[in-house]
């Protein structure tokens, strides 16, 4: 059996519950090296083979699949955040599904959930923004022509950027080029819930320059949208003392609630 597994966004305390069960029963592991916490692997038991797929090619990932579920053993392919926001692992399961070998998916903290966490950030602040977008710069690897940077961008909703810190002159010119001024509230946040995690608020127009200050070259998320600012939003309609539920009747008018 083959368990894909979310790692969390960085701190090794942040994989599930089950995540941690998974891995702590796992024969063999193979793990992203390059992004998950080394950390994690303490949770493995006496004798687990291990594998680091930064170092792997897709094919030899599932050889090494194969190859366990000869024997009989239960391998855990864990990836960072939740894999299922740039996490290759479909083409992974359409191999396995070619083999007739069964897997399963156990989800992770993504890094975006992380991010927000390190800025005490909600992202969807009603009358300012109820809708995010998770996307990234093209680069090595394309992005289709209708999700270009810029037309995400002119919805002016909240942005959560993965997979770019390299390229943010760029990335502030197709932001502005969409519909964000050079002063919409924006912020990095580098290795979201990792022990050296740091976090910086900057603007759209400042994103290069502040990444140059902080030394920030890459491992972060950029985050963009008038949420950031975390001001000027309404009052949750859900908890007014003046707004019926299934759960609770309006206790007061809108006008005598005073809010």
């Known amino acids: ?72 053993l239960t391998t855990v ?8 926001v740039y996490g290759a692992i ?44 998770i996307t990234r710069m093209a680069g090595r690897t394309p992005v289709p022509e209708r999700e270009e940077i810029a037309k995400l961008a002119s919805h002016g909703s909240t942005m959560v950027i993965f997979l770019s810190t390299g390229m943010l002159e760029k990335l502030s010119e197709r932001l502005i080029a969409g519909g964000y001024t050079e002063n919409t509230p924006a912020a990095i946040v580098y290795k979201a819930t990792w022990p050296d995690e740091r976090s910086y608020t900057c603007t759209v127009g400042t994103l290069a320059q502040c990444a140059r200050d902080n030394n920030v070259t890459k491992t972060a998320l950029i985050i963009v949208g008038d949420t950031v600012a975390q001001a000027g939003y ?5 908890y007014h003392p003046a707004f019926t539920t299934e759960f609770r009747q309006a206790t007061q008018s809108r006008e005598d609630s005073g809010i």
């Open 234 to 238: 309404n009052r949750s309609e859900l």
């Open 77 to 84: 392919r864990l990836h960072t955040g939740d894999p299922c």
């Open 1 to 72: 059996m083959i368990h894909f597994v979310g790692a969390g966004s960085g701190a090794a305390d942040l994989i599930t519950v089950r995540g941690s069960r998974l891995l702590g029963e796992a024969d063999v592991i193979i793990y992203a090296g390059s992004l998950v916490n080394p950390e994690l692997l303490d949770y493995k038991k006496e004798g687990c083979e291990v594998y680091d797929s930064a170092k792997m090619t897709l094919e030899e990932v599932i050889n090494v699949m194969k190859d366990a579920e000869k024997k009989g």
């Open 90 to 133: 479909r083409e992974q399961m359409d191999l396995l599904d070619e083999a007739g070998i069964t897997y399963d998916y156990c989800p992770g903290v993504s890094a975006f959930c992380g991010a927000a966490s390190a800025l005490n950030l909600e992202y969807t602040l009603p009358g300012i923004s109820q809708t995010v977008i």
